[in-house]
């Protein structure tokens, strides 16, 4: 167990619907970052929240959008949904800027059908 | 843009054989991370290397990293079973005012057979 606890753990939702995915990071961990894998794109960094406020953005699409809360949870947003989307989730946390290790959750399997 | 990649992409092997897995990236990194994951499941952090010439071994894996050569190389030791799953490396890309990242490789798929 990583620590850094992910809801939910399966989503299935139709085309052009919207969805929220929930992170907290470990204790102590500030940096929470948010990444896809899909078979043809792999692992793919979507953006980073450091202590609240966005600090690196990647592939993240315009219909994607995520924030950091006050108590260092996250949330990425998912809206518009499309087929393409359906992928695994992962968040991960660190203590800072990846001076050492970044910790993965468990990860969030999203279908679009 | 910071490429990285691993090779080979699927690996079988006997037990008890012997095998290396590379991971090439393309820009100056003085660190790399590699990570272990099982199907549909979270990445598990195998190894931590912080500088030049770092080695790190567990069990019957062992990590080293060349910066210059910007290689770092995964090898397994009388592979066993257990040590099915999918390999990847990842760089990471640190900038102090626009935050971190991880760049993965695409993964190296490996199957132990008995």
């Known amino acids: 167990d990583s620590g850094v606890t992910q809801t939910p753990k399966h989503l299935i939702t139709a085309t052009g619907q919207r969805v929220t995915l929930r992170c907290s990071p470990r204790s102590g961990d500030l940096s929470v970052y948010w990444y896809q894998q899909s078979l043809d794109q792999g692992l793919q960094f979507l953006i980073q929240y450091y202590n609240g406020e966005e600090r690196a953005k990647g592939n993240i699409l315009e219909r994607f959008s995520a924030q950091q809360f006050p108590d260092l949870h996250s949330e990425l947003n998912l809206s518009s949904l499309e087929l393409g989307d359906s992928a695994l989730y992962f968040c991960?946390?660190?203590?800072?800027?990846?001076?050492?290790?970044?910790?993965f959750g468990q990860g969030t399997r999203l279908t679009v059908v | 843009e910071l490429k990285v990649e691993q090779n080979p992409l699927f690996l079988s092997m006997q037990e008890g054989k012997n095998y290396t897995i590379y991971c090439n990236y393309s820009t100056t990194s003085d660190r790399l991370y590699w990570y272990r994951q099982d199907p549909g499941k979270s990445l598990e952090s195998l190894f931590v290397?912080?500088?030049?010439?770092a080695v790190k071994q567990e069990g019957r894996l062992m990590a080293s990293l060349d910066t210059k050569a910007r290689l770092s190389t995964l090898h397994i030791t009388a592979a066993v079973h257990d040590l099915s799953a999918t390999y990847f490396c990842?760089?990471?890309?640190?900038?102090?005012?626009?935050?971190?990242?991880?760049?993965f490789g695409e993964g190296t798929q490996l199957t132990v057979n008995p």
């Open positions: 990842a760089v990471p890309l640190l900038k102090e005012t626009s935050g971190s990242r991880l760049t």
């Open positions: 290397l912080l500088s030049n010439g």
């Open positions: 991960a946390s660190s203590e800072g800027h990846l001076n050492r290790e970044a910790f």
